[in-house]
């Protein structure tokens, strides 16, 4: 079995795997991290959305192979090492941006992209950046107002672009 | 955890009834620290199980050839309907109609056969693939058409009757009839059915599962195991979604991994893949509408007459309760002269239909406002000035067909705010002024009302029980038979104990809902979670107080009346105390400090062999304004605005109720208009992913979207604070988009023709309706 070597929240691990393996199942079984969910299994609803050099990807699309040498950033990393919460997360929670919150993580990553990506963002990009998330519970209204709250504290307050 | 505890003293209680408190789980949710089942640390030796399924909808099996499955790589054990020690039945009506393995006969394309459990889920995965299984076809009945034909039923139907139905039609100055089509929708909870099974000693196993209904779960595990209820624990934290997907439908996972569990010793967990979990699974179930309505010259019904035939599936599951339920909502908020309404549950070679968010209520619903449709084109009105004509009255015209005096409606005085804050009538004759002008592009509206009943109909389900522990330090600790899909309700229960004891919310730890600490509970259903588990729970908490009222007034020598509880103190005479002090003396003193509660609904009873009765506490009330635009060259539309005005009585969580009542609308909106579930002939459901079948995505969700709950209208029945249920009325809300697509559809008509748009309005159907308008009524305009 070949062994993948990825930088995963700041922390770089090397791991053994079969070639198939896909990053979400390396994530979740591998290093437990289980806050990437896996809802689909088709790469259609975007639970499984993290950041890959950056980049928001879907994990149940993507082998652990390819992300050999790249950095992983997953919703457990997104919160400062104290607690503090990313401005995106805060924006979620105060915002009641979540009902039974299977998507929440996928959204709160995409939504970490479309923020850092998109200089000033409007509902209408949000709308459009969020095609791929599905959220069956609440609507997106919180969802989108979240967002667009959570983008301009992230711009007030540039975080630091965790293992990035 | 113990800083969580806050020791000050505060003039209000954080988290009390009535405040906009956030979910509990919220700060986990968005840290990815909350655990759905396959989020939890597998325990040693895990087995993973999955499920080998029938290729074909009808058809004998004349060989099962598991050789191959069973010498697949990392293969363990392979379970058959040969190797169930009990009953091989998990339907919920123990009618024996519902095989966990089926086993001569095959009744739907995606049914069980057989069950393997490997080291690995691939290795499970892969296995189910080598069986060999010789069918011999049947024919299948697969639609409708084919159902009705055959006739035959999953259940007993039902029939409402309220005066001469037959005879008021035939005296009405008009009349009209004709059939209406509504398609089914798949539930797609994101997190998919799932179920952990952890063998005990003995006889013994827990079962972690994804249900609404953790003492059905037990139940059935029990009676496939050939043992006692007492041996299964089943415990639910939370669900990733479950919208009524979970009420039954949970059993089968749960059955199978513990009946593996407790066969091979080792714990067992199965996760379907998505696609089979939406082949095995029941769907919200489609229905043929006929009706016949009599109606005078201003739009006054008379008389109506429906017939509901339903797409049950091969088995009886909760179809009966599901028809009986469109019946009760066939009147929606109109008040009929005389009717009949009957059900028709019909069994077909699909999926087994269940429960979905409103409960065949939103069936009735459309049927009703279809037939209020039809009127108003037939005369040449706007749809909204027929509806209000025929809205109950309140102390006359308020009878249901079912008998029940409605006591509390308040449908008119909210229909008419919402008509004038949103302007209705401005809006509607700028559109049609609009649509003068745009040849292609068309635009509608439409305002429809919703009046939805709450209760289970089946009355021994409306009770609820509760748990209350208050430990040494002060710190509660609550627990009740209802479970949290994201709607929640353990936030509400949670508050509603805090303004009880007048402690702050975080003083108060949300327990997973386990049958180990409240048995025979009910499934949370119905809308009716936090009514029936708030008043249980209160009344736990309400014994607890009592004994602290007690203590606190023997040992300070004041009478009871100078014990009050302030926030996070008590007041005993002139002294103050705060609550944690007074708990520990209380502990010293031999007070005992855990009790149960209890609630069972008052008022409610139903007859329903006479179709007589009192099904419901109450009734909640909503309106909806829609407005779209439709593309009536493609049949493509977006919908503009919506406007909400919705009855949650004295809210106990206004952001969670908005956001039930968000969440509903769109989820309804999916459902009259995107989502479309295709079976071919043969019976295979093609639209088995999400790549097939479209549920609403961010960018579908109106554009304009105003919620607001109307407001100084407390329930006047005593339900838990005066709130009312909120979990699934606002879906019915979404009927306003059908209505208002049919609107922009009719235009190409001049209005003059009913379009007849049945639901799911997917851009084909609405181009069709377009075309049929057209044929009808002559030539398209010139480019
Ligand atoms: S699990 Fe990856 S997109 Fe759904």
Redesign the pocket.
């Known amino acids: 079995m070949p062994t993948v070597t990825i930088t995963v929240n700041g922390n770089t691990v090397s791991r053994a795997v079969e070639g198939r393996t896909l990053l979400?199942h390396f994530l979740r079984e591998q290093l437990g991290l289980t806050g990437t969910?896996?809802?689909?299994?088709?790469?259609?609803?975007?639970?499984?959305?993290v950041l890959v050099d950056g980049r928001s990807i879907?994990?149940?699309?993507m082998l652990a192979a390819q992300a050999d040498g790249r950095e992983v950033t997953t919703i457990e990393g997104l919160a400062a090492a104290d607690g503090t919460l990313h401005p995106m997360q805060a924006a979620f929670r105060q915002h009641h941006g979540l009902q039974y919150g299977f998507c929440t993580p996928?959204m709160v990553m995409s939504a970490v992209e479309l923020a850092r990506t998109t200089p000033h963002l409007t509902e209408q990009a949000v709308r459009d950046g969020l095609e791929?998330n599905i959220c069956r519970c609440t609507g997106y209204h919180n969802i989108v107002k979240a967002i667009l709250a959570g983008a301009e504290a992230m711009q007030v307050e540039p975080v630091a672009q965790a293992a990035e | 955890m113990r800083d969580d505890i806050p020791t000050g003293i505060a003039s209000e209680i954080s988290g009390g009834a009535g405040v906009e408190q956030r979910h509990d789980s919220a700060r986990k949710h968005v840290t990815g620290q909350a655990r759905y089942i396959d989020d939890l640390p597998e325990p040693a030796g895990l087995l993973h199980v999955q499920l080998g399924l029938s290729a074909r909808a009808h058809a004998r099996i004349l060989a099962l050839d598991l050789d191959a499955v069973r010498s697949a790589p990392g293969v363990v054990a392979v379970f058959t309907a040969a190797d169930i020690p009990g009953a091989n039945d998990i339907g919920c009506m123990l009618r024996d109609d519902e095989p966990l393995f089926a086993t001569d006969t095959v009744r739907y394309h995606g049914q069980p056969l057989f069950a393997v459990a490997a080291e690995t889920r691939a290795q499970a995965r892969f296995a189910v693939t080598r069986a060999r299984i010789d069918y011999q076809d049947q024919e299948p009945v697969i639609d409708l058409t084919r159902a009705r034909a055959a006739a035959t039923r999953v259940w007993p139907p039902m029939t409402l009757a309220r005066g001469d139905a037959a005879a008021a039609i035939a005296a009405a100055p008009r009349r009209l009839s004709g059939r209406l089509r509504i398609g089914g929708q798949e539930h797609f909870y994101l997190e998919g059915q799932i179920a952990l099974a952890i063998p005990g000693e003995d006889d013994e196993v827990t079962v972690l599962s994804s249900t609404q209904h953790p003492s059905e779960v037990q139940h059935i595990v029990a009676h496939i195991l050939n043992v006692a209820d007492n041996a299964v624990t089943v415990e639910v934290r939370r669900m990733g979604g479950a919208f009524g997907g979970k009420e039954t439908q949970a059993n089968l996972f749960a059955a199978a991994t513990a009946l593996v569990a407790k066969a091979t010793g080792r714990a067992a967990k199965l996760r379907p893949d998505r696609d089979d979990d939406m082949a095995i699974t029941g769907k919200r179930h489609d229905f043929e509408v006929d009706y016949t309505v009599g109606f005078d010259d201003d739009g006054m019904i008379q008389g109506v007459s429906y017939l509901f035939a339903a797409r049950c599936g091969f088995a009886a599951d909760l179809s009966g309760p599901v028809t009986d339920r469109a019946l009760f909502h066939c009147d929606n908020g109109y008040y009929y002269d005389a009717v009949t309404a009957s059900s028709d549950p019909l069994m077909t070679n699909t999926v087994s239909n269940t429960a979905f968010r409103g409960f065949g209520g939103p069936q009735g619903m459309v049927a009703a406002e279809r037939v209020i449709e039809e009127v108003a084109f037939a005369l040449g009105l706007d749809p909204l000035t027929v509806r209000k004509r025929n809205f109950y009255g309140t102390t006359s015209r308020n009878v249901t067909p079912y008998h029940q005096v409605v006591e509390d409606n308040i449908l008119p005085e909210l229909v008419a705010e919402l008509e004038h804050s949103a302007d209705y009538a401005g809006r509607r004759a700028a559109i049609r002024a609009a649509n003068a002008a745009s040849p292609w592009l068309r635009r509608g509206i439409a305002l429809t009302p919703v009046k939805f009943g709450i209760a289970f109909t089946a009355t021994a389900y409306n009770q609820a029980g509760a748990l209350i522990h208050i430990y040494k330090d002060g710190s509660i600790h609550l627990n009740h038979g209802g479970t949290e899909m994201g709607q929640g309700l353990y936030t509400k229960v949670a508050q509603i104990v805090a303004a009880e004891f007048q402690v702050d919310i975080e003083r108060i730890r949300i327990t997973a809902t386990t049958t180990g600490k409240v048995p025979n509970t009910s499934a949370t259903a119905a809308s009716s979670g936090t009514d029936l588990n708030g008043k249980a729970a209160q009344q736990a908490a309400q014994t607890l107080k009592a004994r602290l009222v007690a203590f606190a007034a023997a040992s300070g020598g004041v009478s009871e009346d100078d014990v009050v509880f302030l926030p996070n103190r008590v007041r005993i005479g002139a002294r103050e105390t705060p609550f944690a002090t007074l708990v520990s003396q209380a502990y010293l003193a031999r007070v005992p400090l855990s009790a149960t509660g209890f609630y069972r609904t008052p008022k409610i009873h139903w007859d329903r062999a006479v179709g007589h009765g009192r099904p419901f506490l109450y009734f909640v009330y909503g309106a909806a304004i829609s407005e779209v635009t439709v593309d009536t060259l493609t049949g493509e539309y977006r919908v503009d605005r919506v406007d909400i005005l919705h009855d949650c009585g004295r809210s106990l969580n206004p952001a969670i109720d908005r956001g039930q009542i968000e969440g509903g609308f769109v989820q309804g909106m999916g459902w009259l208009t995107t989502e479309e579930l295709w079976w071919d002939s043969a019976g295979r459901l093609r639209t088995h992913a999400p790549s097939t079948y479209k549920i609403p995505a961010c960018g579908d969700r109106p554009a304009v979207f105003n919620v607001r709950m109307i407001e100084g209208r407390p329930n006047r029945e005593d339900t838990v604070f005066r709130s009312k249920a909120v979990g699934e009325p606002p879906l019915m809300l979404a009927i306003s988009v059908l209505h208002a697509l049919s609107d922009a559809i009719a235009s190409v008509g001049d209005h003059r023709l009913c379009p007849r748009l049945d639901p799911p309005a997917t851009p084909e159907a609405v181009l069709a309706a377009i075309e049929s308008v057209r044929q009808r009524t002559g030539p398209p305009p010139e480019p």
């Not at chain 1, 969910?37 to 959305?49: E, F, I, W």
């Not at chain 1, 879907?58 to 699309?61: D, H, W």
Request: aromatic share 0%; glycine share 20%.
């Open positions: 979400v969910h896996v809802g689909c299994d088709t790469s259609q609803c975007g639970a499984c959305v879907k994990s149940c699309t996928g791929g």
